[in-house]
């Protein structure tokens, strides 16, 4: 049985010296529900630090995070966390091996919105996947604790909404969610403002990555499949970094016709990275979970022990199944 935001918040009220942390490689939800969390911590007037293993991106370097952010255990020299509240994780090794390795022995709370998620938190679980983002809850827990959702906090919160919702446009968009948004926007955000922090931040070897893996997109499954391959040697030719592709495989959608968008990326020697997309009722999250991964059923992913090129056929085989209409072609 889950846990609700009233649990957690007692949880939260009896404990100190917390650890708070979210997925290598975060993406906006992740970033603002850490956060978030920070600003709600400090408002208690708890002691708390912040864990990525991969640090913020740079594209997020705006955010109040509430603290420094610890990339390595080392960097926690003279904090022992009590607690260790793990932020829109869908598994436990989400969070990096350093971290994962101390889980059994630290006693945690898993606050996340993935399916699948295993409940892996020892004395907490909060797991809503019907909601569209973890800053979502996030938001849910400050009311439910009396914090006010205004600057920071609130600023936090409407990042991951925003960002895990593609600006309030994608099907998990509900009313409570909007509700949510108002609330924040009545207690000061300006929406613009935000926006341009958010979206016009972009380095020049981002728009010329882009540019470069845009004009190699391939359609496959009658035009209903879009497929874009990064292979490692891009980023450095473009002078772009990992963290500029966050969006990227969303914006294969837009294409006419296309259901699913696959995104495959270079991780590493004979390693890849798979972001899936799709809308309504194409399950991305199947295809994902056969390769080991998992996420939502619009949006999924996983790591692959093969080159990208590799990678690219392998999850392209699997896909068809999913597009019923598009009988057995990729």
């Known amino acids: 049985m889950t846990d609700t ?12 010296d917390i650890l708070v942390a979210s997925h290598a490689n975060p993406d906006g939800d992740a970033v603002g529900s850490m956060a978030a969390l920070a600003h709600v911590l400090r408002a208690m007037g708890k002691r708390f630090r912040l864990y990525n293993t991969s640090g913020v991106p740079h594209q997020y370097g705006w955010v109040d995070m509430g603290g420094p952010v610890a990339r390595t255990w080392a960097e926690l020299e003279g904090f022992t966390p009590r607690l260790a509240v793990i932020l829109d994780c869908g598994d436990a090794h989400r969070v990096g091996g350093d971290l994962q390795a ?9 606050i996340d919105h993935h399916q699948g998620n295993p409940m892996f938190g020892t004395v907490g ?24 959702l205004s600057g920071p906090l ?3 919160v409407y990042l991951g909404m925003c960002t895990d919702t593609g600006n309030f446009c994608y099907g998990s968009t509900s009313g409570d969610l909007l509700e949510l948004a108002a609330e924040i926007v009545r207690l000061g955000l300006q929406p613009g403002l935000f926006h341009d922090r958010l979206e016009n931040n972009w380095s020049i070897g981002r728009m010329r990555l882009w540019g470069a893996l845009m004009q190699g997109i391939e359609l496959h499954c009658g035009g209903a499949v879009a497929v874009s391959v990064i292979t490692d040697d891009m980023f450095a030719l473009h002078g772009a970094d990992k963290d500029d592709l966050e969006g990227y495989a969303s914006q294969l959608r837009r294409l006419a016709g296309v259901r699913v968008s696959l995104m495959v990326r270079g991780d590493g020697s004979g390693r890849s990275k798979i972001s899936l997309r799709s809308s309504g009722t194409d399950d991305v999250r199947v295809v994902a979970a056969a390769f080991g991964g998992g996420g939502h059923r619009n949006a999924a992913g996983a790591e692959l022990a093969m080159e990208p090129h590799e990678a690219a ?5 699997a896909i068809p199944a999913q597009l019923a209409p598009c009988g057995k072609e990729a």
């Open 5 to 16: 935001a009233a649990s957690i918040a007692a949880i939260l009220r009896a404990e100190d």
């Open 102 to 110: 101390r889980l059994p022995e630290l006693r945690s709370v898993n």
């Open 125 to 148: 679980n909060w797991v809503e996947p019907h909601l569209a983002a973890t800053c979502q809850m996030a938001g849910m827990l400050a009311r439910e604790l009396g914090v006010p």
């Open 154 to 156: 609130g600023e936090a």
């Open 313 to 317: 056929r392998a999850v392209l085989a």
